[in-house]
């Protein structure tokens, strides 16, 4: 008898659960510490730290260096804050699926079920392709390609990418380490080669804190920062990739903790560092009006061949995070097939591979069509304002003729995306509380650090900046609200047909 026809509680859903898991097949356990460590750091080093640095800019650069640099390390923080309670989760969980999990848990099938039914659609689907873009972004810097050759390319990235995973865990995985030790170096280079090379000007840095709104072109302080922060939640997109694959991880009631706290640690280091660099070796004015910041490091250190040097660097860090929403996704699908909520083959583990494949090939068909979509479709512009393209990833100066597609595509998929995820991030968090009183009875590994405060601030913070995306981009938001909506829809009639087969 298939799961949905059962009624009762959530705890006895869990039971139920647990009872059918030995029919169902598992995923091997192949992935260690340092595998966990590089999904994390993976997942959020992408294109963010270096595409969202103008939007950052041109919010708070009145304000001060020291105002930048204090939104840059409240993000780090808040979502190290939600880092913590997902370690707790994830050591009582630990099986595909992540959130899914977590919500089923807590709040039963439903909200859980339009959770995956927004990552499937926007959320995963969407980083995948908008990740895509920024890579062919800067592959264009390097050989300039016609629209269509740019489309083509980010559908050969997501193709290839799904082959990889498909055929092999490791091999997914191994790209994965390849990838984040590219990207970190790089970074690393970023922060010290200005310093060793002596080309910082500490006088970028002023002013140093200001509280001058006086001019009227500039925005209040608070709406600067909600604009600030919502830009800056892209960068730190990818911190909850990691408790899908924690069916993948070898002690994971040990690996899923430790993998989270130290690989927020080095994300939050290596992007303040970054952002110390950046203003150190460009003006504030520059930075706010440059979409490509890497490359002016570069060209400043190493003149026109610094450019291509910087592209190739920032291409491995897209291309790693692109693999890392890869290896994530699919393992949330197959939590949800296995609940029968949707078509029972998505959850099918390939007899050779040992890879949720069908469930991969579902991803990439959705996201190659989002990439498509969202290269044609124009939406309309509003004129220019110090608030407008709060969740742009790629400003004026990458929009020749040639690269504007992909620009386009990029700046729709990441605006859906935090929109969504805001909403579901915080819901998973807030699931420590419910499960501390409904669920004492469950082993906990590990505990959330500073409970009940640190998710609190997680929470508090995520209010705070979805009521700024939807005051400056109400039609993105609702649109996501509306899918989210089509999901009950969904999930009543599919519960309906199950129920009246059983």
């Not at 899914?100 to 392709?129: C, D, K, M, N």
């Not at 040990?254 to 927020?264: F, Y």
């Not at 790629?394 to 620009?407: A, D, G, L, R, W």
Request: hydrophobic share 50%; charged share 10%.
């Amino acid at each position: 008898m298939d799961l949905l026809s059962r009624t009762g509680t959530c705890m006895k859903d869990s039971v139920e659960v647990a009872a059918l898991a030995v029919a169902h097949q598992t995923l091997p356990r192949v992935l260690g510490l340092f595998d966990a460590v590089c999904i994390v750091v993976g997942s959020i080093i992408g294109s963010g730290i270096f595409l969202k640095v103008s939007s950052v800019d041109r919010a708070l650069a009145p304000y001060g260096f020291l105002a930048i640099m204090g939104i840059w390390l409240f993000v780090g923080l808040v979502t190290l804050c939600g880092a913590l309670a997902l370690a707790e989760l994830g050591a009582m969980f630990p099986h595909a699926g992540g959130p899914y999990l977590y919500l089923r848990e807590a709040y039963g099938r439903l909200p859980a079920f339009l959770w995956g039914w927004t990552e499937f659609w926007v959320v995963r689907t969407g980083s995948v392709g908008a990740l895509a873009c920024a890579t062919v972004l800067y592959f264009h810097q390097l050989i300039e390609l016609p629209p269509w050759g740019q489309t083509l390319l980010a559908i050969a990235i997501v193709v290839g990418l799904s082959l990889i995973n498909l055929f092999s865990t490791r091999w997914g995985a191994g790209v994965q380490g390849a990838a984040t030790v590219a990207k970190v170096s790089f970074l690393a280079g970023l922060i010290v080669l200005p310093f060793l090379l002596r080309r910082i000007d500490p006088a970028n840095l002023q002013p140093l804190l200001s509280w001058n709104d006086a001019q009227p072109s500039q925005l209040s302080f608070w709406k600067a920062i909600g604009i600030a922060m919502v830009a800056v939640l892209w960068p730190y997109d990818g911190w909850i990739n990691l408790g899908p694959v924690a069916e993948d991880i070898r002690e994971p009631q040990r690996n899923v903790p430790r993998g989270l706290g130290i690989g927020l640690g080095i994300v939050i280091l290596v992007y303040l560092g970054a952002n110390v660099s950046y203003h150190l070796t460009l003006t504030m004015s520059h930075l706010s009006q440059s979409s490509t910041v890497a490359a002016d490091v570069f060209q400043v250190l190493f003149g026109p061949i610094g450019a291509q040097i910087a592209a190739l660097g920032v291409m491995c860090s897209t291309f790693g995070a692109t693999n890392s929403n890869m290896i994530t996704g699919p393992r949330i699908y197959l939590a949800i097939a296995r609940d029968g909520l949707v078509p029972r083959w998505l959850h099918r583990i390939h007899p050779v591979y040992q890879t949720p494949a069908n469930a991969i090939v579902a991803q990439a068909v959705w996201t190659v069509l989002l990439i498509v979509l969202f290269s044609v479709w124009k939406p309309s512009e509003p004129q220019p304002t110090p608030s407008t393209n709060v969740a742009r990833a790629v400003n004026q100066t990458i929009s020749e003729p040639h690269s504007v597609q992909m620009k386009r595509a990029f700046d729709n998929l990441t605006d859906s995306v935090i929109c969504a995820g805001l909403l579901f991030y915080g819901l998973t968090v807030s699931a420590v509380y419910v499960l501390r009183r409904t669920r004492p009875d469950v082993e906990r590994p590990y505990k959330t650090w500073g409970y009940p405060l640190t998710p609190a601030l997680l929470l508090l913070a995520y209010a705070g900046a979805f009521v700024s995306l939807l005051v400056d981009q109400p039609w993105q938001t609702l649109s996501v609200l509306v899918l989210i909506a089509s999901g009950v829809v969904y999930y009543a009639v599919a519960r309906r047909i199950v129920e009246t087969r059983s």
